[in-house]
């Protein structure tokens, strides 16, 4: 079952500019993980914020979560065209018999335009 | 380099036939997994294994088979009974804090494109 929901499901902006990716989803969580995926390729994690947490940044990165609202965003500042890429939510959440499943969105597509 | 290799990068299967697909990692994780992802979709979870000779069923278990005799491999073989194989499959593993905790991203290989033909 797919748990998360990105949105847009496409954005278009230019280098330099912000992007921002919101993610909504149902159930309780553990943590929130947000992944980057070049086309064809596998994905690649790049940030982690527990449901304890409120905000989390590594680089031009930020990443924010409201469990009161079942929702996160991630924030890519000054983008480049390299960010290019789809950028998918995935939420952990207990599964019973002592472990955690990972369910992802069905992502947004990120275009940077030099 | 640790990581997690995925063979073949592109696999054809012909009607009614097996195909297994490889998936080898060297980082000493624990759990593995294996995804599939259809166009323009996410990753729906076909099977997990979280130690050595243990599995479980994931959403899409159907017409997938697997095996853990090694840490480091999780081959998938897609079965004849799965109807609509043609898909992007994506192998992931991860390290595992206990069975309380889970804080740890995934590590993803590159994928195998499989094709029916």
């Known amino acids: 079952s797919q748990q998360g929901e990105e949105d847009p499901q496409a954005l278009s902006i230019q280098e330099g500019e912000n992007a921002t990716m919101n993610c909504s989803y149902k159930t309780s969580i553990n943590n929130l993980q947000w992944y980057r995926q070049n086309s064809g390729r596998g994905l690649v994690h790049l940030i982690l914020?527990?449901?304890?947490?409120r905000e989390k940044h590594s680089g031009r990165l930020r990443v924010t979560l409201d469990t009161s609202k079942k929702s996160s965003s991630l924030l890519i500042t000054a983008s480049r065209a390299a960010d290019t890429a789809s950028y998918f939510c995935?939420?952990?959440?207990?599964?019973?018999?002592?472990?955690?499943?990972?369910?992802f969105g069905k992502g947004t597509k990120l275009s940077v335009i030099p | 380099d640790g990581g997690i290799t995925q063979s073949p990068k592109y696999l054809f299967r012909k009607e009614g036939q097996n195909v297994t697909l490889s998936c080898e990692q060297n980082?000493?994780?624990?759990?593995m997994y294996w995804y599939r992802q259809d166009p323009g979709q996410g990753l729906r979870l076909i099977y997990y294994s979280q130690i050595v000779n243990d599995f479980q069923k994931g959403d899409i278990a159907e017409g997938y088979s697997v095996s853990r005799e090694k840490k480091e491999s999780f081959p998938l073989t897609v079965t004849s009974a799965q109807k609509n194989p043609t898909a992007f499959y994506l192998c992931?593993?991860?390290?595992?804090?206990?069975?309380?905790?889970?804080?740890?991203?995934?590590?993803f290989g590159s994928g195998t494109r499989l094709t029916v033909v």
């Open positions: 914020i527990r449901s304890n947490e």
């Open positions: 992931a593993s991860s390290s595992q804090g206990g069975t309380r905790t889970n804080n740890y991203g995934y590590t």
């Open positions: 980082l000493n994780h624990d759990a």
């Open positions: 995935a939420t952990a959440a207990y599964s019973g018999a002592g472990s955690y499943q990972l369910t």
